[in-house]
């Protein structure tokens, strides 16, 4: 670049599109703590193959995991010795896409 001044060397581009993700708005399956059982219970309602899911502090330390291999409709994990507060559940299908979603244990 030579010395002086440069006035054409940035631009600004806006467009009309908007952040948002496919997979977030399609996805149907529901991850939630069922305080009565003491376990993460997964709503699978499109029979996804879910291979595995991990248990993550929301820290991101590895609390649990579990390898599962069901296409049920309602898959139950048992969560025992953790403390309560908020985690996320990382589940991994079969075809390689992953769903977390962020839940509190009570």
């Known amino acids: 670049i030579p010395a002086g001044?440069?006035?054409?060397r940035f631009?600004?581009?806006f467009s009309n599109g908007t952040l948002s993700s496919d997979e977030f708005e399609n996805s149907t399956?529901?991850?939630?703590?069922n305080s009565t059982e003491n376990g993460i219970e997964?709503?699978?309602?499109q029979n996804f193959e879910i291979e595995e899911a991990t248990l993550f502090s929301i820290l991101g330390q590895r609390v649990n995991h579990w390898k599962i291999n069901s296409s049920d409709n309602n898959i139950k994990l048992p969560?025992?010795?953790?403390?309560t507060g908020i985690y996320i559940v990382k589940i991994k299908t079969a075809d390689g896409?992953?769903?977390s979603q962020k839940i509190i244990i009570k």
Do not use: G, M, Y
């Not at 001044?5 to 054409?8: H, M």
């Not at 997964?42 to 309602?45: K, L, P, V, Y």
């Open 79 to 83: 969560v025992k010795n953790v403390e």
């Open 5 to 8: 001044e440069i006035a054409n």
């Open 29 to 33: 399956t529901f991850i939630f703590f």
């Open 11 to 13: 631009s600004l581009r």
């Open 97 to 99: 896409n992953h769903i």
């Open 42 to 45: 997964i709503a699978n309602n």
